[in-house]
């Protein structure tokens, strides 16, 4: 599987010519839907929800389709009948020759006088796992990569750290990060790696990894 890192919390995972995207969101690349048999997204929030973005990619290659949590899927779906798909917490499906599981309920606290919105997190072929904006854990799964979102409103490096030794994969790489300054990069590099149990990568946007 080829692993390429989009600005933000996008990825594309591609394999076997299949192509599935996650979280293409207003901090994305505009090439970042090009050819994708199928988008991902965790939850409603912009900088991973980009709903004008989807509506082009959809309207331009008649064959992308969405998996996303109810609240999007309703925002787009009258437009697209039968290409996107409302899943939650515990459903399965296979999309462009990928495995995919469905975990997590809740994105997180953001402040208590903020409402938490719905968040889903997939996991990709029992080993790659994309949390959105949650520290969700998958049950009865051993994680080999954690798209791991390193910096956010909503946490603070400790619990980064102790996400990553919770999960327990191979390895992290890093996701939300379009806030990070290059100059706070070195201290979570080694912060994350020495502290968190797993080998701690970073790629820059378009860079890519074979897993």
């Given at each position: 599987?080829?692993?390429i890192k989009k600005s933000h919390s996008c990825v594309r995972l591609e394999k076997d010519g299949g192509v599935l995207v996650i979280d293409p969101g207003m901090f994305t690349e505009e090439d970042a839907l090009a050819?994708?048999?199928?988008?991902?997204v965790t939850h409603e929030h912009p900088d991973h929800f980009d709903e004008a973005r989807l509506r082009a990619a959809l309207e331009a290659s008649p064959g992308t389709e969405i998996w996303t949590l109810a609240a999007v899927a309703d925002s787009i779906s009258a437009a697209f009948p039968g290409r996107v798909h409302a899943v939650g917490n515990g459903d399965a499906f296979t999309?462009?020759?990928f495995d995919v599981q469905v975990h997590g309920e809740l994105h997180a606290v953001i402040h208590?006088?903020?409402?938490?919105v719905t968040n889903v997190g997939y996991l990709v072929d029992g080993r790659v796992f994309h949390p959105g904006d949650a520290l969700t854990v998958p049950q009865y799964a051993t994680v080999e990569t954690l798209l791991l979102p390193v910096q956010?409103?909503?946490?603070?490096?400790?619990?980064?750290?102790?996400?990553?030794?919770?999960?327990?994969?191979?390895?992290?790489?890093?996701?939300?990060?379009?806030?990070l300054t290059d100059?706070?990069?070195?201290?979570?590099d080694r912060q994350i790696g020495a502290l968190g149990g797993a080998e701690h990568l970073r790629l820059?946007?378009?860079?890519?990894?074979?897993?």
């Open positions: 599987m080829k692993f050819g994708a048999d199928a988008v991902l999309v462009a020759g208590p006088d903020i409402p938490r956010a409103p909503w946490s603070k490096l400790s619990e980064v750290i102790d996400y990553v030794r919770e999960v327990k994969p191979q390895r992290a790489y890093d996701v939300h990060d379009a806030l100059l706070a990069r070195p201290i979570y820059a946007s378009g860079d890519s990894a074979e897993l």
